[in-house]
């Protein structure tokens, strides 16, 4: 799989993505922005579920657009009209999504609770951490070990969240519920893969580092967050994963 064809691919199918799923776009905008403007408890249970909801229309919707060849497939695959539909297709997106955040949870916990164990052990001044004198730490060799072990437990993290991305398309092409097992799918093309993903995750990046800045803040940010995650971020990203998983399901053996 070529990087650069992949990625002009993933181009030139969102303009038919957009067309067929404003609708879930839309939606799924709509109930995400709204979050400000709720309260607590009962309110607050009201629109967990309608967040919940809203973004099932979505991937739903997105995958079904993302792994057709056009429109008249993905209404075969059973793309609502505009992408607002509530099927046991969702219902299978919701079940293997469960699995791979139950999954990704764990080696987050594990992954953390590693680095606690060894920078808790490490001998480190936490005096000096607190008051931003890193010279007094501790040695340079120790601080470069524990930079690297820090620096594989987040890419092994974000490499397991990569690998198990395309559970959304597989799913939905396969007619029944694709979790853990996804992450086969990328075997002999994961480092173009990854490369790919990074690069379609530009949106959100950008987002972080607005947000980082201070400029994305209260209501407002929330409201630019919720937009372009789900007008932008979510087509991208989809279109990408639909583009890679027909790719990977047409390769010769």
Known sequence: MRLDDALRATVANLPRIWREGWGAILLGFGVWSARPFVGHELWG??????????????????????????????????LGPKGLQLTRVEARLLGAGLLCGVFLAMILSVASLLLLAVFGGAGLDTEAIRLGEWGRVGPIWKLSLLTLLTGFCLFAVIALTARLS?????????????????????RGVFWTFLAGSIVTAGPKIGLLILSGAGLLQGGLGWIVWAGVLNAVQAPLTMAYLGVVYRRIELRPL
């Open 45 to 78: 249970w009201g629109w967990a579920a309608a967040a919940i909801a809203a973004t099932l229309l979505l991937t739903g919707a997105l995958a079904r657009l993302a792994i057709s060849a056009d429109t008249a497939e993905a209404k075969r695959q059973g």
């Open 166 to 186: 395309l559970f959304a398309p597989a799913t939905v092409a396969r007619a029944h519920m694709v979790s853990l097992n996804s992450m086969a799918l990328t």
